[in-house]
């Protein structure tokens, strides 16, 4: 009898755990985002390469013989147009009704910063020579950002925005300089009169001086500040393009870097790069009128590049979505507490310390098996927000976490890196890491390799369906990118300064094209630029990046050594 | 299986290395298998596998350039009206606009100087090359094998 249900137990415990593992199995197979297939085809090859250098990658919606991702494709009777500033600006006017832009918790409608910027364009027309416009104002505050939204709009007529990193030094090419406040301008030591205007962006901050020059004027005096209605014309942007298209290829802005090198990009670099980012979401989880997108600046970082935040935020804006640009450095605050409580969206530089708090913030038993269950689930293909431990991040759906190329001066000067600025490792988030982070924020995470100063947006960007986990050997040595940006190719080259990496096993230094990188500005360093272009195939229009090594996966993805 | 493990024990699935950096003997395996084949001088011989049968990718030669016809495998591919062209010299073929095995030169035969053609047939050539360098990559140059072509 006994051994009856010793048997009758062991029949029963065997067809149990033969059932779960069948239900389990079925249940992942079912459920999971992605096939596994898919995960590991996520570029397109070309079928030959050069020697010494690997074959073109592209993303794998841009098939072989197909344009890369240029513009908007908006319709010009029969025809296709790329599309400029003024077309995504109009229409984000034509349907701009409740979705507002936030400024560290001061929220603007979009209407009062078209009237501004309409406003400011006006007066700063010239009508016969370009007016440099230079912004040294934080772009996460009023001023700044309406200036920058100015300079966008002016480009398409005679204005040129520069943004710059810091108050010149030296006497630079520019008709109008806008700064922070008082303190700033006390600090300029008289260079206040190289300038037709110096516009004072924060009145409050610091004392004026006892007498204010001629040229010296505040944000106050020159804001209109009202609450406009949607029906008036200040909420209107009427825009019509020329018959030649000849303002899509016009410049946008001028970015001037840290390292001493200014960048130009043109409105089609800008249109690209927002519709890249459009096409990157999947189908059924496309941007619409409900996104909120919500950016955290790192403001002291020297890889801020205040432009870049731009083809996403003009993105969610186009479909009527909201954006809030936060600048949270130093501040206690958690994420879920800094956040607005509709954010859908979320661009996140991959050092910020909230992150990283939220990330090590302790947990209890329960949320530490749900943890285990999510990140389980995530590793098999299967998203789950079943582990989400703020309740304020209930919206949140994706997280874009932009981490940059390990030598962004070198890319930026064209110079190969020297001394210990090539061997330092790079800090990056391991695969597991970013797996807790999807299971504990309870949405996807994109991961995005950046250049700021050289490229608009990211050159490569993780899959949204992407939640492999690497051996930890891969995570020591590389970072997952993902495939490279639908509106960029790419190719890894021999680098001579790296000779074990080896072309034979897809190992280089990144080559790009495309039509979102910019140009240098200073004829110093466009010659430098000429002369490294023209070593690696110049006349195909290749673009170096110094100091970036690569491997390309077998799954197509772009990994950058740490 | 490795879920439910991985569900009574803790931890998460790992994924296979892509990079080839752990050596784990797949990612070598699958990396020759679609190694893109590297640009620069072909023999007919060698010219000769990439004709969609005997390779997947399909190549073909017109006055002495070498293009990657892989896309047009409708055209150049087996069972396609051009399928003769791939893998060969096809400067005559297309000049004179005959698809017959029999007007291409062979890979162990010497290599076409394209002798005997007329001027239309030459200029009908021209334009052939400048079609092949708008719509398909050129990978290559074909030059004759020592002891074999010449």
Redesign the interface.
């Known amino acids: 009898m006994f051994q009856l249900d010793i048997r009758l137990m062991c029949t029963l415990l065997a067809i149990l ?1 033969a059932s ?2 069948v239900v ?2 079925i249940i ?1 197979e079912t459920k999971r985002d992605l096939h596994p297939i898919a995960l ?1 085809q996520q570029s397109n ?7 010494n250098e ?2 073109i990658y592209r993303n794998f919606t841009i098939p ?2 197909f344009p890369l991702t240029t513009g908007m494709s908006l319709s010009m009777g029969y025809k296709f147009r790329n599309g400029n500033f003024g077309d995504i600006w109009s229409s984000i006017m034509a349907i701009a009704r409740h979705n507002y832009i936030e400024l560290n918790d001061q929220r603007y409608s979009l209407s009062l910063v078209n009237a501004n910027a309409k406003n400011l364009c006006q007066k700063w027309k010239t009508g016969t020579k370009p007016c440099h416009l230079g912004i040294a104002s934080p772009i996460d505050e009023l001023p700044g950002f309406v200036l920058a939204i100015t300079g966008f709009m002016g480009s398409l007529q005679d204005l040129v925005p520069v943004f710059l990193t810091s108050v010149p030094r030296s006497k630079p090419d520019l008709d109008i300089l806008a700064i922070d406040s008082w303190e700033t301008f006390h600090k300029m030591n008289g260079s206040q009169s190289w300038y037709k205007l110096v516009l004072v962006c924060d009145s409050t901050k610091g004392e004026p001086p006892h007498e204010i020059p001629s040229n010296i004027v505040t944000w106050d005096a020159l804001a209109l500040n009202f609450e406009p209605t949607p029906d008036r014309e200040v909420s209107r942007f009427d825009y019509k393009p020329p018959s030649d298209n000849h303002h899509d290829s016009k410049l946008i802005a001028v970015s001037n870097s840290p390292f001493g090198t200014a960048t130009s990009f043109t409105h089609m670099a800008l249109v690209s790069s927002v519709a890249a980012f459009i096409k990157s979401f999947p189908i059924d989880f496309g941007l619409s009128s409900n996104d909120h997108l919500s950016i955290i600046l790192e403001r002291r970082s020297a890889a801020t590049d205040p432009i870049q935040i731009f083809p996403k935020l003009l993105a969610i804006l186009l479909h009527g979505g909201s954006v809030s640009i936060l600048n949270k450095q130093g501040t206690l605050q958690t994420l879920g507490q800094s956040l607005n409580l509709t954010t859908t969206l979320l661009q996140i530089p991959q050092e910020c310390e909230m992150l990283d708090r939220l990330l090590s913030h302790p947990l209890s038993i329960v949320q530490r098996i749900k943890l ?2 999510a ?2 689930l ?3 293909g299967v998203f789950s927000s079943s582990a989400r431990i703020s309740p304020e991040l209930k919206q949140l759906r994706c997280v874009f976490l932009s981490d940059n190329v390990k030598n962004i001066g070198s890319v930026a000067t064209i110079c190969a890196p020297t001394g210990k600025a090539g061997l330092a490792p790079k800090k990056t988030k391991t695969t ?1 890491e970013l ?1 807790r982070m999807r299971a504990i924020l309870g949405s996807r995470v994109v991961r995005e390799l950046c250049c700021p100063y050289v490229v608009l947006g990211p050159v490569a960007s993780t899959n949204f369906f992407d939640y ?4 930890h ?2 995570d020591l ?2 970072s997952n990118y993902g495939p490279i940006s639908t509106s960029l190719e790419a190719k890894l080259a021999k680098d001579e300064t790296k000779p074990q990496l080896s072309v034979a ?2 190992q280089g230094l990144l080559c790009i094209r495309g039509f979102t990188i910019g140009r240098p500005v200073n004829p110093e360093q466009m010659t430098r630029a000429l002369k490294a272009v023209e070593k690696f195939d110049g006349r195909e229009g290749w673009m170096p990046m110094f100091g970036v090594s690569c ?1 390309w ?3 197509g ?1 772009l ?1 950058e050594f740490n | ?1 490795s ?2 493990k ?2 009574l024990f ?6 296979e ?6 050596d784990n003997g797949n ?1 070598a395996q ?2 020759q298998e ?1 190694e ?5 001088r072909f023999f007919p011989r060698t010219l000769y596998k990439f004709n969609g049968h005997d390779d997947e ?1 399909i190549f073909l030669a017109i006055k002495g350039k070498v293009f ?1 016809c ?2 047009g495998r409708q055209f150049y591919g087996p069972s396609g009206p051009y399928s003769n062209f791939a893998g060969h010299d096809a400067s005559r073929g297309l000049a004179t606009n005959s698809f017959d095995l029999d007007v291409l030169k062979h890979w162990d035969q010497p290599m076409d100087d394209l002798s005997g053609l007329g001027k239309q047939e030459l200029d009908a050539l021209d334009s052939w090359l400048e079609h092949f360098q708008k719509k398909y ?1 050129c ?1 290559g140059t074909l030059v004759p094998e020592p002891g074999v072509n010449i």
């Open positions: 755990i779960a593992v389990t199995k992942v590991s090859i070309g079928p030959t390469r050069k020697e690997t074959a072989p013989g285990a269950w990140s389980n995530l590793s098999e597991l797996n492999r986990v690497f051996p050997q891969v040595k590389l096993k897809r491997l996966g077998l799954d993805c990994y | 299986m879920f439910v991985n569900l803790g931890g998460v699935k790992t994924s290395d892509p990079t080839g950096v752990t990612g699958k990396s679609s893109p084949i590297v640009e620069g990718k990657d892989t896309q990559p990978i």
